[in-house]
């Protein structure tokens, strides 16, 4: 009776062991698919993100802007369709100023952050400049100032909301879609 019980929790417990070890193998095997990357055209990520949110993806295109603030995020620009927001994964990197106006290839993780009417409502109200990469007020206190001292604020601060509203109209959505890849990593292409 006492090799019964023996062979009993030995083979429970080889069943727990195995059953642990198939859960880890299903959690890495989880865990690598996210990490995986896809080639896709960067069209295709603006025109259906829904598809991409939270993946990993490799894209390619040009760079029409790198923040002049801060370095930390850069628009990949495609005509007649919209653009990209690339930030790194390091919060801490910059970008080079020479990735301006080149063609890039980047990995990373799509994101997509969206600004609400109530939100657009509110950057009027306090009279924001938008930054050209994604839409939200630009860091830039010195800039703000500058337009401000200028005479000039109020009437770029309605020129860019205006823009976000006819977005909206065109769209016939409450709300204008921010696309953010998250790099990893990002190469200039030869």
Known sequence: ????????????????????????AKNLSESNSAMEKTFVDAKEIIEQVELYIGKTVETEGKIVHVCGVDKK????????????????EDPNAEFDYELNQKDIRVVGVVKEIRLEKSR?????RDLALLCSIDKEPCISSSGAERARNEGVLEE?????????????????????????????TVEQKP
């Open 156 to 184: 770029r601060s309605q020129r860019h909301i205006a823009g976000l509203r006819e977005t909206l109209e065109q769209t016939g959505k409450d709300y204008i879609s921010v696309i953010t890849i998250v790099a990893k």
């Open 73 to 88: 995020k850069m628009r990949l620009y495609l005509e007649d369709v919209g653009s990209i927001k690339i930030v790194s």
């Open 1 to 24: 009776m006492k090799k019964i019980v023996k062979t009993s929790v030995f083979m429970g417990g080889l069943i727990a062991l195995m059953a642990g070890t198939a859960f880890a």
């Open 120 to 124: 657009i409502d509110e950057m009027e």
